[in-house]
């Protein structure tokens, strides 16, 4: 065991936090008891997955409850003087969904002798949430950040984005990446030492809806051009119609096209995100599914051993802080500055918190003191030996 003394110091609210970490190299990359899974002619992983059912038509959805659903999901004005309930609601909310920067020691200590599986989504996490979603970069220091996270314990992305798509935004080849929420995941491209050999990795559980998604695409493409701000994203195994540039006043217009779409395809459905109506395959899989693919493919599926972390701030990133829960390991962190119904242990005001002030310490081989900016903050590290501690 090695003892690794942490100081984290926060330049904005002046907080200094002191932890002093023990932690066992072997508990983080030992490799898992589990046995590994089986490799196909092609050099492809399969992995014995729950029976794949449909669900519902996405058509029977009201437009109303779209719309409505979809702004109670999307963030509100700040108030300029909140009101005594919205305060006394915020700090309730808090109590039972504390920041996760308060909550630093607690987080460590859960995590002792655990090895480490990191989730984390796209927009509104690694990158603010803009516009044009064709903007929505992340900086060279996040991009750092999650280098060096990849370096130590497996690293998704979980995004409702294309995952080539994402793959270019991260521009990362050491990651996991599972777009389309999920329905398109794929390895790391390189051999990395949590695969063997050249095994890749690859789902794609809802690959002969493709022919079908691109109709709908073109469709919805002619079908909402003529309304101002829309956008239609093609995300190959789901589609994105963004209304974050639509005068607020034209959603149900716009939302009702959605469904006259809908109507004619009963094997898609309809789900709503931030200023966002997201058109999905009926089959039961989301990100909370491609989670627990990822930890399989892994060898973790049973493993008591296993620490998931899943930093997301999207209602559909509650299906995988409601895995997280039912499982009893690890923990979900939700993005919000406004308080909302959530499965996740932990949460954080912005992105720009979750993105300066979070993330990781990590040790280097030769390195006595490493002082690093991870997710913002200046870090601190004495280190004695190349290991890898958490915060």
């Known amino acids: 065991m090695t003892n ?7 330049p904005k609210s002046a907080i200094g936090m002191a932890i002093a970490v023990s932690v066992s190299k072997s508990s983080f990359f030992s490799p898992p008891v589990q046995k590994p899974p089986t490799v196909v002619p092609g050099g492809y992983i399969t992995i014995s997955l729950k029976k794949i059912e449909t669900g519902g038509a996405g058509g029977t959805c009201r437009v109303g409850a779209w719309v409505d659903s979809m702004r109670a999901s999307s963030p509100t004005r700040i108030k300029s003087t909140p009101s005594l309930s919205d305060i006394e609601a915020q700090s309730s909310w808090m109590l039972r969904h504390p920041s996760a920067l308060h909550a630093f ?33 992340m900086s060279k220091e996040m991009r750092a950040a999650v280098k060096d996270a990849a370096r130590y314990f497996p690293t998704a992305i979980v995004s409702g984005r294309c995952r080539d798509k994402v793959h270019g935004f991260v521009k990362l080849s050491e990651l996991y990446y599972a777009g389309s929420h999920g329905m398109d995941i794929k390895g790391p491209a390189k051999g990395r030492k949590y695969h063997k050999g050249n095994q890749s990795l690859l789902c794609q559980p809802a690959s002969e809806f493709l022919p079908m998604i691109d109709e ?16 239609v994203e093609n995300n190959k195994f789901c589609l994105s119609v963004h209304f974050r540039c639509v005068d607020e006043q034209r959603w149900t217009a716009l939302a009702e096209q959605v469904r006259l779409v809908l109507n004619q395809y009963p094997k898609l459905r309809l789900t709503q995100g931030r200023k966002v109506l997201e058109i999905r395959p009926t089959i039961k899989w989301d990100k909370g599914n491609a989670l627990e693919f990822l930890l399989e493919s892994l060898g973790y599926a049973n493993s008591n051993d296993v620490f998931p972390i899943y930093i997301g701030d999207d209602r559909t990133d ?23 119904e959530t499965s996740a242990s932990y949460s954080l005001q912005e992105p720009t918190e979750a993105s300066n002030e979070l993330f990781a310490t990590f040790g280097g081989v030769e390195k006595k003191v490493v002082t690093k900016t991870i997710y913002g903050v200046g870090i601190e590290e004495v280190i004695n030996n190349p290991i890898l501690e958490f915060c």
């Open 4 to 10: 690794q003394n942490v100081v984290v110091s926060d």
């Open 105 to 137: 020691e607690q987080i460590v200590n859960a995590s002792k002798g655990k090895k480490i599986v990191m989730f984390l989504d796209y927009d509104g996490t690694l990158s603010p949430i803009v516009e044009d979603p064709d903007q929505a970069f």
């Open 216 to 231: 709908v695409y073109k469709t919805l493409l002619e079908k909402t051009k003529s309304t101002p701000g829309a956008k």
């Open 318 to 340: 509650e299906d995988a802080f409601k895995v997280l829960r039912n499982r009893g390991q690890g923990f979900g962190i939700l993005v919000s500055k406004f308080p909302k």
